[in-house]
């Protein structure tokens, strides 16, 4: 029986080490600054593309992948694949997982599109647990199987401190009116099932402080966790908080700790971290 080629694309947050020992496929976004194009993780880096978004003079945007694009990967798949699985980010963020949908007539594999709800490492939770089951020998359906329970088990919470690059992104326009009004706003945001919602806002970093500690009592309270991440913009005073913190609590729990992926980045701004986690 033919194995599952798992593919996602470069908003995963994955280590070069991972994407190797697990045959992960990665179809790249494309990035535009300024009027010149990169693609991602290919031609610039996580911190490149911090470095080149602070000085651009207008907001970068980010295009999902071309059909071409996820032909390239898919043509690269070797036979021993039978089928492929394709775990892509969540459709509030991106329309990359409608571009891999257009792919499934275009390949002689048979192919599943699945879109993951989260992004960043919250996303990578389901591509490593999708990869070590597919050189296991898993079925699709098993895999899939334990795919929901992964998704439903999973949290994403992130600490924006400047709102100018989300509302210019439109990843929030529903609050724009709102928000656009108030100085010094500092925003909570959770994503789960396809939705990017305010969980916590106000002035100052305090907002951001006392939604964590709630974040970090929740985490002490669970003895279940399987893996944490934490990615971040440009700005580690945070980041450090919340390592030691949570390292107080769970002394033995291993944090991946990385730059976020451009499209993140983009439209989360300065100073913006997640906090992404999940329970067995």
Same mark, same amino acid.
């Given at each position: ?141 098993? /895999?899939?199987? *334990? ?6 088990? @999973?949290?994403?919470?992130? +600490?924006?401190?400047? =709102? %100018? ?89 291993? /944090?991946?700790? *990385? ?6 980045? @983009?439209?989360?701004?300065? +100073?913006?971290?997640? =906090? %992404?986690?999940?329970?067995?």
């Amino acid at each position: 029986m033919g194995k599952v080629k798992i593919i996602t694309d470069s908003s995963a947050q994955l280590t070069d080490e991972e994407i190797k020992e697990n045959n992960i496929g990665v179809v790249p976004l494309t990035i535009t600054i300024d009027d010149e194009t990169f693609v991602d993780g290919v031609d610039i880096s996580h911190e490149e593309f911090v470095q080149k978004m602070h000085a651009s003079k207008d907001l970068p945007t980010t295009s999902q992948p071309s059909i071409g694009t996820f032909m390239d990967v898919i043509d690269n798949i070797s036979d021993e694949y039978t089928e492929i699985l394709s775990l892509n980010m969540t459709e509030s963020i991106s329309g990359t997982v409608n571009a891999a949908k257009q792919v499934i007539e275009m390949t002689d594999k048979k192919m599943t599109v699945i879109d993951t709800n989260f992004t960043d490492r919250a996303m990578s939770f389901q591509v490593i647990e999708a990869a070590k089951m597919s050189e296991a020998g898993k079925s699709l359906e098993e /895999i899939t199987a *334990r795919l929901d329970e992964i998704r439903a088990n @999973t949290r994403l919470y992130m +600490g924006v401190t400047t =709102i %100018e690059n989300i509302l210019k992104g439109g990843r929030l326009s529903r609050f724009a009116g709102t928000l656009s009004s108030l100085l010094n706003i500092n925003l909570v945001l959770t994503l789960k099932n396809n939705s990017l919602d305010i969980a916590k806002r106000g002035r100052g970093r305090k907002v951001i402080d006392n939604y964590l500690k709630g974040v970090i009592d929740e985490i002490k309270g669970l003895d279940n966790i399987k893996s944490i991440g934490i990615s971040y913009v440009d700005n580690m005073d945070f980041v450090n908080e919340l390592q030691e913190k949570i390292k107080e609590v769970h002394p033995d729990l291993p /944090i991946l700790i *990385r730059v976020t992926s451009p499209v993140i980045a @983009t439209h989360a701004g300065r +100073g913006a971290f997640a =906090i %992404e986690f999940y329970t067995d």
